[in-house]
């Protein structure tokens, strides 16, 4: 049975199709337009390679580095060029004023830890040493956890998680849902897209102070400094669920093909549709 230059022609078509949909499919969701799409007041990508200024996707609340940093740092996400930033006691102040809701909070992070030492802060917002309002993430070791995720004061509300030293980067998110009645609203601390503690609390809201700017890297007055990497900081006036955790963590770890491997796989079939239409030919030329 011989197959006509037509029929070659229709199945090349829709074999490219086939093909641009399937390496479309494969590819995933970008990480940083996962991040968009849900909505953040603010999203550090901490890709920048000199300078002092720490971009925010949102086009609002870019920061300032200071102190002992290191820039040009392999990132968090696969497959992705942009670096991260290398914290010894350095740090990025925003803005805080328009960053993180009173009744919905969700922080994401990718992290590393060289050493850690009681106090070491990865993100917060609060106004004084005291850290009597806002929200922020640190380290102490309670004996059962070691990550803590606080809103409004340092010791309570808090949810923690067991964290220990990492030079592999975790996946951190935090959220608040609050606006609940009696002891329905809940905080939540994620670990690489899973749960890793909840606590359920009367604290239906976040309390800010007027002047308390976003601090990543440490708390504030140059107090508890992170040290290891951070990249990929989102904040949002919205509660991220489960479900939406997972996704961000399955996008950030997925590895994105080489466009390469569609191309050849096309480039390999069409080598092929050629030398059938020349044999084609040959063989009619055969039979007369
Ligand atoms: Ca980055
Ligand atoms: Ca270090």
């Known amino acids: 049975m011989k197959i006509s230059d037509a029929l070659l022609i229709r199945i090349s078509v829709a074999l490219i199709a086939v093909l641009i949909l399937y390496s479309n499919l494969e590819a995933g969701p970008i990480y940083s337009s996962v991040v968009m799409a849900d909505n953040p007041d603010a999203y550090w990508r901490l890709g920048e390679t000199s300078g002092t200024t720490a971009v925010s996707q949102t086009g609002t609340h870019s920061g300032t580095y200071s102190g002992s940093y290191t820039l040009g740092q392999t990132g968090a996400i696969v497959d992705d060029a942009n670096t991260a930033v290398d914290f010894s006691s350095g740090l990025v102040q925003a803005t805080g004023t328009g960053i993180g809701g009173t009744t919905a909070l969700s922080i994401e992070m990718w992290v590393t830890a060289d050493s850690l030492s009681t106090y070491n802060t990865l993100l917060m917002r609060t106004t004084s040493l005291a850290w009597n309002d806002g929200f922020g993430i640190y380290y102490q070791d309670t004996g059962s956890t070691q990550l803590q995720f606080f809103i ?109 491997s569609a191309s050849f796989i096309l480039s390999a079939f069409l080598a092929f549709a050629m030398v059938r239409k020349r044999r084609v030919k040959r063989d009619v030329a055969f039979s007369r």
Do not use: C
Not at 153 to 171: C, E, L, M, N
Not at 222 to 230: E, P, R, S, T, V
Not at 234 to 247: H, N, P
Not at 252 to 259: N, Q
């Open 152 to 260: 409004n004061g340092y010791a309570a509300p808090r949810v923690g998680a067991v964290f220990a030293t990492t030079s592999s980067y975790r996946h951190v998110v935090a959220t608040f849902l609050g606006g609940q009645a009696g002891s329905d609203n809940l905080m939540s601390i994620y670990l690489d897209g899973t749960l890793a503690g909840s606590l359920n609390t009367t604290t239906s809201s976040i309390t800010y102070g007027l002047s308390a700017d976003l601090y990543i890297g440490q708390s504030v007055s140059n107090y508890g400094y992170w040290d290891g990497k951070i990249d990929e900081v989102s904040i949002y006036s919205s509660v991220l669920s489960a479900g939406d955790v997972a996704a961000h963590y399955a996008a950030g770890i997925a590895p994105i093909p080489e466009p390469s």
